[in-house]
């Protein structure tokens, strides 16, 4: 079964600092991963997704993703974090062949001034 | 695109009752999902509809849990004897047909239960 682990609960970064949120997906195959973003009473908004190809993939707001298959790792990048950003980060998987989206626990990320 | 829309937006309701949900999907979208999320925790996948057929169901849909999408448009999730435990967010996402097409989802109902 596929599974999806983001180590980090709670990220504190200052504006304009760089950002890296982890993300661990354990599946057999090259599965599809996708990251979406979640403001306080919100629905989740896509940030970017990666299918096959190249393995850096742009996302919307400034955000990329790299996708390294030798650690199972689909890590979310911004190079400079403005306030707007604050909000809860979800990295995702789906199996091939499937339709059920796996979700991480969320990591909560918190900008300061 | 006017987005997937989700009615209503908060219920607050006593232990025992029934309460129903209403999702209306991206028009173009084929797919509907309907998911939990609890406080702390990421959504957590409870069915999904292609078309009008309901095609998958985890085992988090108790016998309490009834989801229809009768004409393939909108959907409605509808809750029976309601408890505590039931309290969290569900969230509605539609999609197009296709394996890892991404999933646009609502701004979800918040269900509070007394």
């Known amino acids: 079964a596929q599974s999806v682990t983001q180590p980090d609960i709670h990220i504190t970064v200052s504006e304009g600092a760089s950002l890296e949120l982890r993300c661990n997906y354990s599946y057999g195959a090259t599965p599809y991963l996708f990251w979406y973003v979640q403001s306080p009473g919100q629905g989740l908004q896509l940030l970017l997704k990666?299918?096959?190809?190249?393995?850096l993939v742009q996302g919307i707001k400034g955000f990329e993703a790299e996708f390294k298959r030798s650690q199972s790792s689909f890590n979310l990048r911004k190079p400079s974090v403005h306030w707007s950003d604050a909000a809860e980060y979800f990295c995702?998987?789906?199996?091939?062949?499937?339709?059920?989206?796996?979700f991480g626990i969320g990591t909560k990320l918190q900008v300061i001034p | 695109d006017t987005g997937v829309s989700q009615n209503p937006r908060h219920k607050i309701t006593k232990r025992g009752q029934n309460v129903t949900f209403r999702c209306d999907p991206i028009?173009?979208?084929?797919?509907l999902y309907w998911y939990r999320q609890t406080l702390g925790q990421g959504p957590e996948f409870l069915t999904y509809?292609?078309?009008?057929?309901?095609?998958?169901k985890s085992r988090l849909l108790s016998d309490r849990f009834s989801a229809e999408r009768p004409k393939g448009s909108f959907s409605t999730l509808e809750i029976q004897r309601t408890e505590q435990g039931d309290s969290a967010m569900y969230l509605c996402?539609?999609?197009?047909?296709?394996?890892?097409?991404?999933?646009?989802f609502g701004d979800g109902t918040r269900l509070s239960i007394l």
């Open positions: 995702a998987v789906v199996a091939g062949g499937y339709q059920k989206v796996t």
């Open positions: 990666y299918f096959s190809g190249d393995t």
């Open positions: 996402a539609s999609s197009f047909k296709g394996v890892g097409q991404p999933q646009h």
């Open positions: 028009s173009e979208h084929n797919r």
């Open positions: 509809f292609q078309n009008e057929a309901q095609l998958e």
